[in-house]
């Protein structure tokens, strides 16, 4: 088999990161997110152009889930990623995402999943080492939403 000098791999990564791209612009017109949809986003806490909380990092130094549901704001979606503020604990915090250190996003209600390779130097954890995030996610209502750990919508 002939060496893929091409980089097809890269480039299918980069369009369906694209994908997630425009779900997050739906989510982000007025109303939010239609019907039953939300996103579980499972990010590389260390990748490039990560910015979250110092207490976040802390708590997941290697990977994070957080749900985009009922409750987020201010939510920014760009060409190289997106801003968001989600409640932990009941305090908003800000987190800036690029799209590179997304790892998996997963909408349940249509069982849409999408997993993304990562590079080498960056390492993430395994499925017994991720633990649900401290809060989730956000929209219209000030209801809390309900934390899922990551296992309880992966395909098993």
Same mark, same amino acid.
Not at 54 to 76: C, G, K, N, S
């Given at each position: 088999?002939?060496?893929? +000098?091409?980089? *097809?791999d890269l480039m299918a990564q980069e369009a369906l990161r694209g994908v997630v791209r425009?779900?997050?612009?739906?989510? &982000?017109? !007025?109303?939010?997110?239609? $019907?039953?949809?939300?996103?579980?986003i499972t990010f590389r806490t260390r990748a490039d152009g990560v910015d979250i909380d =110092?207490?976040?990092?802390?708590? *997941? @130094? !290697?990977?994070?889930?957080?749900?985009?549901?009922? /409750?987020?704001? =201010?939510?920014?979606?760009?060409?190289? &990623?997106?801003? #968001?503020? +989600?409640?932990?604990? &009941?305090?908003? /915090?800000? +987190?800036?995402? @690029?799209?590179?250190?997304?790892?998996?996003?997963?909408?349940?209600? #249509? &069982?849409?999943?999408?997993?993304f390779e990562t590079d080498d130097h960056a390492p993430i954890a395994t499925n017994d080492? %991720? !633990?649900? @995030?401290?809060?989730?996610? #956000? $929209? /219209?209502?000030? !209801?809390?939403?309900?934390? %899922?750990?990551? =296992?309880?919508?992966?395909?098993?």
């Open positions: 088999m002939a060496n893929d +000098l091409m980089r *097809y425009q779900a997050l612009l739906k989510a &982000g017109l !007025e109303g939010g997110l239609p $019907g039953p949809h939300h996103f579980y =110092d207490a976040l990092l802390e708590r *997941y @130094p !290697e990977e994070m889930t957080i749900v985009l549901e009922h /409750q987020f704001w =201010d939510l920014e979606v760009g060409d190289k &990623g997106f801003e #968001v503020t +989600l409640k932990f604990s &009941g305090v908003p /915090q800000y +987190l800036k995402l @690029p799209y590179t250190a997304i790892s998996r996003f997963h909408d349940p209600s #249509v &069982g849409f999943h999408l997993q080492e %991720v !633990e649900a @995030p401290p809060a989730t996610a #956000v $929209g /219209q209502s000030d !209801e809390t939403a309900q934390i %899922v750990s990551l =296992d309880s919508f992966r395909k098993k």
